[in-house]
């Protein structure tokens, strides 16, 4: 598999060089950048289609040992996976999901030191995704028909980890934003006109 694009397009060689350096930081810890953004796009997929289980609370006791409470209710407000109550809204299954990029756009390092030596690190990575969600939805009963629909979803999602010791590395999700999502079909018929003004 080709190496994947660690850094947002557009961020600046000094945020760069400043996210890798930080990043090198832990004493004992080395963490890879690229195997990073590979177990964030994995995080990203597993997390995504539990959010589409029609197992309420098995997901919720999952999503648990992910993700910090504060980060968990915006995990599980996802507009195209409704909940009510501990029911589904409607019958969605999640049929394909493309990540079209999972990138760094932040990297923070804290320490906790006595007596001038360090005795615990911390690093935390900020994860901008960008993915295609695939959607088959059902009627409930047995009136209408079934659709086809294509989302296109971005969010931020705040990784971080005890670092003082690899062997105990384990990454939680601490902060993510609200999923923002919007039709890929109408996203790709703006993006048309916009060429063809463009070519006018």
Known sequence: RAQPRIFA????????????VLSQF???????????????????????QRLYSPEISETK????QLATPDSLK????KPS??????????NV???????????LSAVEYTSQTINETVEREWLAFRVQYDVTEHLLISPKGEEGIEDRRAVNT??????????????????????A?????????????????????TEE
């Not at 397009?9 to 890798?20: F, K, T």
């Not at 915006?74 to 407000?77: E, G, K, S």
């Not at 971005?154 to 902060?175: G, Q």
């Open 74 to 77: 915006a995990l599980l407000y």
């Open 26 to 48: 832990p004493t004992a810890t080395r963490v890879r950048l690229p195997e990073f953004v590979q177990g964030a796009e994995r995080a990203a997929h597993t997390v995504l």
């Open 93 to 103: 299954v999640l049929e394909q999901l493309n990540v079209n990029s999972a990138v």
């Open 9 to 20: 397009l557009g961020a600046p060689d000094e945020v760069r060089n400043s996210m890798y």
């Open 61 to 64: 006791e999952f999503l648990e």
């Open 177 to 197: 934003t609200p999923f923002k999502e919007e039709s890929a079909v109408l996203k790709t018929k703006e993006a048309q006109n916009d060429n063809k003004e």
């Open 154 to 175: 971005s969010f931020m999602w705040t990784f971080e980890a005890d670092v003082t010791k690899p062997e105990e590395l384990e990454w939680a999700i601490v902060a």
């Open 81 to 90: 996976a409704p909940l009510e109550g501990e029911q589904k809204a409607g």
